[in-house]
């Protein structure tokens, strides 16, 4: 058990105890423990985006990032330590590589999205029904890069369809994230 889960059992716990009304501790737990790994991840790629003088790519990186990552999927790691660390790294590495805006970047994310997407979303409770809608939604996010013609959202929507690929899945699975 990670640092996050430690603090969000506390939090869940005490409002819990205090709040008699409340969830389960299990439920409480689960939504703490996403908003702090969020926290944890932003804090981490606004402040090295602070530092580098790019505090508004990483601002506007570190917000598209999992906003595409909620409708499209992705690899899963064991740990919350270790996903916001490689979350954080997959954004910075798109925020700080000098690539420009490409169309053909744009194109390769949805590309990939409209056949991998929705990807490990089997574990949440949403019918499989939905799959196309939440593929719809995110080839969408990432063809309005054609109005923005933003060179971090191009790379970051790469990089985020990127995890959608089974193979990046395999090759995490062989390390002890």
């Not at 908003?35 to 985006?49: A, G, Q």
């Not at 805006?101 to 997407?117: D, E, H, M, Q, R």
């Not at 029904?129 to 971090?152: E, M, Q, R, T, W």
Request: proline fraction near 3%; hydrophobic fraction near 55%; glycine fraction near 4%.
């Amino acid at each position: 058990m990670d640092v996050v889960d430690k603090i969000a059992i506390h939090f869940a716990e005490t409002i819990h105890k205090n709040a008699k009304e409340s969830s389960s501790v299990a439920v409480l737990k689960y939504a703490i423990a996403a908003v702090l790994n969020f926290l944890v991840f932003f804090l981490i790629v606004t402040f090295i985006c602070s530092v580098t003088g790019h505090f508004i790519d990483g601002l506007i990186a570190s917000l598209a990032f999992p906003a595409l990552r909620y409708f499209s999927g992705g690899f899963h790691l064991k740990s919350a330590t270790a996903c916001n660390v490689i979350s954080a790294a997959l954004v910075l590495l798109a925020v700080l590589t000098p690539i420009g805006w490409n169309w053909w970047i744009v194109l390769l994310a949805a590309t990939i999205l409209a056949f991998t997407a929705p990807n490990n979303v089997k574990r949440s409770k949403l019918p499989a029904k939905y799959y196309p809608v939440l593929k719809i939604i995110a080839v969408g996010i990432v063809l309005s890069n054609f109005i923005f013609h933003s060179d971090v959202l191009a790379k970051v929507f790469l990089l985020q369809s990127l995890t959608t690929l089974g193979v990046f899945q395999k090759i995490l699975d062989g390390y002890k994230f």
